[in-house]
């Protein structure tokens, strides 16, 4: 039913400056992939057959990643480099299904999905953040299989000092893993919060969150923000949250890009042996 699935990557990643000054945040290694590979993939692993990538300046090593390197295919054909050829070949798409638009000037998350308006229609779609890192059962996937219409958040709870990064909703009755969600928020102060149940990087909007965007009404830090598009539909669309089952790793901030390295590294058997005792080693 959700075969489509924007990544915006428009944003400037100042966080991570300077890696950042001339490589996209997006491109940045979790252990030896990179970190839209894993948003990819775990779209992919929900059955979405179009992506659709939000890009901006600085950003053409991910059109270059998700193409074929001839060069470097002929050289590791002549070395019989077998294994690394499996690797780079098995991440291709069907030719036509990697679409690039062009958000020519950061002006939010919002604005970015709004940027994919023409290439989505009249169909809800998916939305990935690639740095917000979901390690374990694809969280697309779990929500494209409770999704019933309206609009669906993944959901994770927060520490209440940590409610001024996210968006948080007021929840209504929850069923199972999933929540109704009578209201929400972005990025308010820890009294101010409803709720610390805050919303994480995965989304599937209906198609008239599109119209709402295109009013371009600017919300928290001047942004046009996804999340505020999102609560001026409540009560006209349903609006539910999934309490999704992995593990989210915030890889827009470095303590958890660092921690989701080492999780990644933890269970990659070439590494985790030696990883594990440095890491003993240097914490004892
Ligand atoms: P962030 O809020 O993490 O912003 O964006 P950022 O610019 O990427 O990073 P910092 O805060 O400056 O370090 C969340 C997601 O929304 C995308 C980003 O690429 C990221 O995937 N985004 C943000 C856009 O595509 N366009 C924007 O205008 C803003």
């Known amino acids: 039913m959700i075969k489509k699935a924007i990544f915006p990557v428009g944003g400037l990643g100042t966080r991570f400056l300077p890696a950042t000054k001339a490589m996209p945040k997006e491109m ?26 939000v890009t901006g300046r600085n950003k053409s090593a991910i059109e270059d990643h998700f193409d074929h390197s001839f060069e470097l295919e002929h050289s590791l054909a002549a070395r019989g480099k077998d294994a690394a050829m499996d690797v780079v070949g098995g991440m291709m798409k069907v030719p036509g299904s990697v679409i690039y ?12 999905v709004w940027c994919a308006r023409h290439l989505v229609g009249d169909e809800p ?9 979901i390690k374990g059962r694809s969280c697309m996937k779990e929500m494209v ?9 993944a ?11 996210y968006g948080i909703v007021t929840p209504g009755k929850t069923h199972g893993q999933k929540v109704d969600i009578a209201g929400l928020v972005e990025k308010p102060m820890p009294a101010d919060a409803p709720s610390t149940t ?10 008239s969150v599109f119209d709402t965007l295109g ?30 089952s992995g593990e989210r790793f ?33 914490i004892e």
């Open 28 to 53: 940045l290694p979790i252990v030896d992939k990179p970190l839209i590979q894993y948003a990819v993939e775990e779209a992919a692993a929900a059955g979405i057959e179009q992506f659709i990538f």
């Open 101 to 112: 638009v062009r958000q020519q000037q950061p002006a939010g998350l919002g604005h970015a």
């Open 125 to 133: 779609v998916a939305i990935l953040l690639a740095d917000d890192l």
């Open 145 to 153: 299989d409770a999704y019933d219409g309206g609009n669906m958040v």
């Open 155 to 165: 959901v994770m709870d927060v520490p209440r000092d940590q409610t001024g990064a």
């Open 198 to 207: 805050a919303v994480v990087g995965r989304y599937i909007i209906s198609p």
């Open 215 to 244: 009013l371009q009404e600017q919300g928290a830090g001047g942004e046009i923000q996804l999340t505020d598009a999102l609560a001026k539909q409540i009560g006209t669309a349903p609006f539910t949250g999934l309490h999704f």
């Open 250 to 282: 915030d890889c827009g901030s470095k303590v958890g890009f660092l921690q989701a390295n080492i999780a990644f590294g933890l269970d990659n058997p070439d590494m985790a042996d030696a990883l594990q005792e440095w890491l003993r080693d240097h």
